[in-house]
Every structure is written in structure tokens, then in C-alpha cells.
T-cell receptor
Framework: GDSVTQMEGPVTLSEEAFLTINCTYT??????LFWYVQYPGEGLQLLLK?????DKGSNKGFEATYRKETTSFHLEKGSVQVSDSAVYFC????????????FGSGTRLLVRP | DTAVSQTPKYLVTQMGNDKSIKCEQN?????MYWYKQDSKKFLKIMFS???????INETVPNRFSPKSPDKAHLNLHINSLELGDSAVYFC??????????????FGPGTRLTVL
């Protein structure tokens, strides 16, 4: 079945460091890809999305490019802040699975001042 | 104004009890979901409803019964609670089922602890 694999965390960075969180997927057809973020004690929020190959999603300085050839959707940010500390979830959805979101296991990011 | 609200926020109960979690959205969305997040943060869909109709039932034990009295509400009733039911349960909603583009809006979660 369809699945999403993320790098294990926690990822610990100093403020202003460059961030990459790896995400790869396995899916038939044409999934849409998402990054959701969960701040401590809160529900998930959509961070960015891409709906077809080569699309780049971006928001709040985060970016991810939908790479069909490598089945990847890696999350990047050029300069992280303490406020970016959270758990990041990569996810996919497809029309023929009733658009259910299939999540990766989440990657915890801790940014130190 | 809270877009997706859940009650209660915390629920502590004994094995074998029956409990309910309520969810309401004021976004005018047609589709609502229940997710379970386990202790390792792994998040998995349980159910989805579109306009009060069950769309997804993801091989959840039949002790779990969702109920949608109207499209703004999706409640989760759990019978005969077991230790393994301890988790954080998230409700979410989206505008509709059409397209893979819809953002899902999540509630703050209900932390269920079964003793």
C-alpha cells in the first residue's frame, strides 16, 4: 500500500542553521504531497503542499519540491528559528483512496538559541 | 473563534468504561475526520464523514463508533475501553472531498488515558 517515510528525529540545530528533513513516498498514481507541523500541545497545521511533479510548495521560509523521479518531498529552510521547534509530518493523499491523508512518522525539530 | 473544537481536552478513565469525545467545526466544511496519534507520535486516520455519510472506516475495532448528527459535528464513542486505546485523538475537517488540494484543519486533540 501507499506509505510515507521520514527521517528519524530528533533533529537538533542551532538558530540560523540550515534545515533539511527528508521525506520519501511510495504510491501508485498521482499523489498530492503535504508537510504539516505540530507545535507542542496543539493540533496539526498545514505548512505547505504540492499537487503535481516539479511543483514547489513554500510558506514561512520553508520549501519542498515534489520530485517524482526520486519519489521525494524534502523539507528545507535556510535559517531556522527557536520558534520552528515542533514535530513535522510529511503526508500524501490520492483521489482513489478517498483523499485520506497518509502520514509519515513525524520528525521532531529542536532549535537551540 | 475556534475553527475545530474538541471536548474534553483530557480524559482519564478505567478499563472497560464507555466514553465519548465530541468535535465541532464552524468552518462550514462538508468533511470531517478522526485520527489517532500514538505515544510515538504516529498519526493514523480512523474515520471520515462527508455530509454525515461515512466515507472511510480504516479497520478500526467496532468498539469505536463515530456519529455525525449534522455536518458540523462528528463525535467518537468508544465502548469497553482498553489500555491500548490510550492516545491523542484528533478531529479534523476539510471543505469537501474533491481534489487532493484540500487543507485539513485539525482540532487541539483529546488526550485519552486508560488506566
Amino acid at each position: 500500500g501507499d506509505s510515507v517515510t521520514q527521517m528519524e528525529g530528533p533533529v537538533t540545530l542551532s538558530e540560523e542553521a540550515f534545515l533539511t528533513i527528508n521525506c520519501t513516498y511510495t504510491a501508485t498514481g498521482y499523489p498530492s504531497l503535504f508537510w504539516y507541523v505540530q507545535y507542542p500541545g496543539e493540533g496539526l497545521q498545514l505548512l505547505l503542499k504540492a499537487t503535481k511533479a516539479d511543483d514547489k510548495g513554500s510558506n514561512k521560509g520553508f520549501e519542498a519540491t515534489y520530485r517524482k523521479e526520486t519519489t521525494s518531498f524534502h523539507l528545507e529552510k535556510g535559517s531556522v528559528q527557536v520558534s520552528d521547534s515542533a514535530v513535522y509530518f510529511c503526508a500524501l493523499t490520492k483521489r482513489d483512496s478517498s483523499y485520506k491523508l497518509i502520514f509519515g512518522s513525524g520528525t521532531r525539530l529542536l532549535v537551540r538559541p | 473563534d475556534t475553527a475545530v473544537s474538541q471536548t474534553p481536552k483530557y480524559l482519564v478513565t478505567q478499563m472497560g468504561n464507555d466514553k465519548s469525545i465530541k468535535c465541532e467545526q464552524n468552518l462550514g466544511h462538508d468533511t470531517m475526520y478522526w485520527y489517532k496519534q500514538d505515544s510515538k507520535k504516529f498519526l493514523k486516520i480512523m474515520f471520515s464523514y462527508n455530509n454525515k455519510e461515512l466515507i472511510i472506516n480504516e479497520t478500526v475495532p467496532n468498539r469505536f463508533s463515530p456519529k455525525s448528527p449534522d455536518k458540523a459535528h462528528l463525535n467518537l464513542h468508544i465502548n469497553s475501553l482498553e489500555l491500548g486505546d490510550s492516545a491523542v485523538y484528533f478531529c479534523a475537517s476539510s471543505q469537501d472531498l474533491a481534489g487532493g488540494y484540500n487543507e485539513q484543519f485539525f482540532g487541539p486533540g483529546t488526550r485519552l488515558t486508560v488506566l
